[in-house]
């Protein structure tokens, strides 16, 4: 147990650092929209480009890691939706916002440094993030976010614009459009020149601690509710770092077998805390400290449920 947590240990010690330098203001507030633009648009497309272009197009998509990922997330998503719904009785604005942060994990800023560490595959890790962020990208998310914009009354709007505007964000997102390129120089066997893949490298060896860092300094920037609904807090932890992981596992037990260190970074991005715009995505519906708490508390008992995650996956 005790080098599980010295495995895991460096992730939240990067955390802390954030944390620390926000706090005596080495990252000030009005800097961090620009860091995360750096991570999103610069550090993990590297990542993904590098990763994805060194890797035959037969073996980028694992069929049975997608669907056991994605029927993980839709089933915690629902049960999650249905719990806060039917249990609850909360309306379908909150109970969606309970259940997105139930169910769409950091697997860019979190899950992706702890597979990394704790594995040591660094092509696995750059293959698991890229499925995962497609079916985050493309399945979860964008149903998410079509139930809220219902929730908040947008049902007497057109349809086609909801589904447009959702399928905009889509198109829009540099990850996306990272792994289509990436998909493209493997498909046609095209080799990078050797000053843009040594740039991918270089910017692939920050990518993970300056991620790591701005988790930490995001967390810093929060301000926590003093008044806790403890009761819908814990649905979305509870959901977050124990549904969810269960749910993959449990499908990829169902499924017939895959590569056993993509098993594994499936589970582990699934116990990833829920993604760091969490909070962003409250505040247009009137859920900013709600989402910011939730995510602060999350990521914090995170340290322990990913432990336990990594021990019972056998370190």
């Not at 005790?2 to 955390?15: C, E, W």
């Not at 997608?66 to 009785?89: H, N």
């Not at 589970?267 to 969490?278: E, G, K, Q």
Request: proline residues 5%; glycine residues 8%.
């Amino acid at each position: 147990m005790l080098n599980i947590f010295l495995t895991i240990a460096p992730v939240f010690i990067l955390m802390g650092l954030g944390y620390f330098a926000f706090k005596v203001q080495l990252i000030k507030a009005e800097a961090m929209p620009s860091l995360g633009n750096i991570i999103l648009y610069c550090a993990i497309p590297a990542v993904m480009i590098g990763g994805l272009s060194k890797i035959h197009i037969s073996e980028i998509i694992e069929p049975y890691f997608m669907l056991a990922y994605g029927l993980g997330l839709i089933t915690c998503l629902l049960i999650s939706l249905w719990i806060a719904l039917k249990l609850k009785g909360n309306g379908l604005s909150l109970s969606t916002i309970q259940a997105m942060g139930a169910t769409i994990p950091n697997s860019m800023f979190v899950g992706f440094p702890v597979v990394l560490l704790s594995l040591g595959q660094a092509n696995s890790a750059s293959l698991g993030l890229m499925m995962a962020v497609l079916v985050e990208n493309l399945l979860i998310l964008p149903l998410a976010l079509i139930l809220l914009e219902y929730g908040a009354g947008q049902q007497a709007a057109s349809k086609f614009a909801i589904w447009r505007s959702v399928g905009w964000r889509i198109l829009k997102n540099p990850l996306i459009i990272a792994i289509a390129v990436g998909v493209i120089l493997s498909l046609f066997n095209i080799p990078l020149p050797k000053p843009i893949s040594q740039s991918l490298e270089l910017l692939a060896k920050i990518s993970a601690g300056l991620a790591l860092l701005f988790i930490g300094a995001a967390l810093a920037n929060i301000k926590p509710q003093t008044k806790l609904d403890g009761s819908n807090l814990s649905l979305v932890v509870m959901g977050k770092l124990i549904l969810e992981p269960l749910m993959v596992a449990f499908f990829i037990m169902l499924l017939p077998a895959f590569n056993p260190i993509l098993q594994k970074t499936a589970i582990l991005m699934a116990a990833a805390p829920m993604m760091s715009i969490y909070p962003i995505i409250g505040e247009r519906y009137g859920f900013r400290d709600f989402c910011a708490s939730t995510l602060f508390v999350t990521t914090l008992l995170s340290f322990l449920s990913l432990a336990v995650v990594l021990l019972l996956l056998g370190g």
